[in-house]
């Protein structure tokens, strides 16, 4: 059965501060692979697996106080996101994240949104 998790019930936040006005999470995880071929044949016969790469997206209506200023300063933290719907939670972990850009837009008949993208070292989920 599918783990569906409602965006109202669940929560993120940066170290020990909730991201108010969250409007989304995105992550993506991309592992280095190189594959090994054998000599005198076109098949592969092994794989070689190197450095997991893990970005995130926090999309937030208007801006963050604390985001801004983790831009600005260069400091490291950490993000939690429990995800939830009813009784099924799911914890993801983002650790030693760093801040990398961050890009704002107004529209009209529209508020303002802000997208804060990160880079972790690891992501844990569970």
Known sequence: MPEIYSATASEVKIDKDTVEGLQAIEYTMVRNRQDIGAIGTDERIAVYFG???VTGR???ASANKVLDGLLQSAASFNVS???????TVRQVTFDNCFME????SLS??????????FTATRVREG
């Open 108 to 117: 009209a008949l529209s508020h303002g949104e802000t997208i804060y993208q």
């Open 51 to 53: 450095m997991t790469v």
């Open 58 to 60: 926090l999309r937030v």
């Open 101 to 104: 850009d961050k890009q704002f």
């Open 81 to 87: 996101a429990t995800l939830k719907h009813g009784k």
